[in-house]
């Protein structure tokens, strides 16, 4: 009984006790099986974390994160990717019905569905929103993109700033847009707005294929997604001049590995992931919006 109160958190294990219990398990390599363990209690001990077809590459890492949190805590995660194109509110019933989850983590559109929302809320199912929409605080994991703009502004200096934007972010473009405004007023600069469509490979290369053409000084310019800054970049492959200073909101494995002089904005997954499996399962209040930070190289 004293272990299995030291493993669940519970209650009434002297510290000395608990100490002796973690030192046992990591001896002998335990890890508690969540299955096994809700047989005699008619819970699940799982987490459902659910994707959709543009979910971007950082959710992987934030799911390795994620998964060794519930290990620590005694749950399983399972990850749902939602069909593309259609409302995600059936299949999440259909886990929800299936597995019995205890807790949902929801990613992009889901995260702003109102639907997937309130069947949540009916169902008295706990849920977590990464990086969703700010103008709805519920369960919300929330990342600091108004800090995110004032690093871009210092990072640009005194050189002219682009930020090729694509139509299809929602409120972060909006949000984005207006905190790089004023991250640029307070330093006394100004910045062009360019609208690239859908910010996809094929966009990204015809606008780089523009920029190229064109003679912009000393500018640095800003994009959302790695998917498009390949396709940027790709516009200067097989000429002797270099590509322009580049900035990228997002950060992925192939963005480091082929583009490495590109500035990344590097958002902190495995706080996120923690602080997310820490207010669905210890009912920790959610931490204020995640600091994402800067980076070059690999």
């Known amino acids: 009984m004293v272990a299995s109160r030291a493993l669940n958190n519970q209650p009434y294990v002297s510290a000395e006790a608990a100490k002796r219990v973690k030192e046992a398990v990591v ?15 008619d819970r699940s001990f799982i987490v459902v974390m659910v994707i959709v077809p543009e ?17 620590e805590l005694g749950y399983h995660l399972i990850v749902e990717r939602a069909p593309g194109g259609a409302a995600p509110t059936p299949l999440i019933e259909g886990v929800l019905d299936r597995v019995r989850p205890e807790a949902v983590i929801l990613w992009n559109r889901t995260a702003d569905d109102p639907e997937v929302l309130a069947m949540l809320e009916r ?11 700010p103008a709805n605080p519920a369960g919300l994991i929330a990342v600091d993109h108004q800090g995110l703009m004032v690093e871009v502004a210092k990072t640009a200096g005194h050189d002219a700033l682009v930020f090729a934007q694509s139509d299809s972010q929602g409120w972060l473009g909006r949000l984005r847009g207006q905190a790089l405004g004023a991250a ?3 330093v006394g600069l100004s910045f062009t707005l360019e609208a690239v469509g859908d910010g ?7 606008y780089g294929e523009a920029v190229r053409r064109t003679d912009y000084g000393q500018t640095v310019f800003l994009c959302e997604s790695a ?17 322009p200073p580049l900035i990228c909101l997002e950060d992925t494995s ?8 590109v500035t990344r904005g590097v958002a902190p997954l495995a706080a996120m992931a923690r602080a997310a499996l820490d207010m669905l399962l210890t009912r920790s209040p ?13």
């Open 184 to 186: 640029m007023a307070s």
């Open 254 to 261: 192939s963005l480091r590995l082929l583009a490495p002089g």
């Open 55 to 71: 979910t971007p590459d950082a959710s992987g890492e934030f799911q390795r994160h994620a998964l060794l949190r519930c290990r």
């Open 286 to 298: 959610a931490p204020p919006p995640m600091t994402v930070n800067l980076r070059k190289g690999v």
């Open 227 to 243: 998917t498009f800054a390949h396709g940027f970049l790709s516009a200067w492959e097989g000429e002797e001049e270099a590509p």
């Open 200 to 206: 996809g490979f094929d966009t990204g290369r015809a």
């Open 27 to 41: 001896a002998l390599g335990f890890q508690q099986n969540a299955f096994a363990r809700g047989l005699s209690s």
């Open 123 to 133: 169902r008295q199912v706990p849920y977590a929103r990464i990086d969703a929409d």
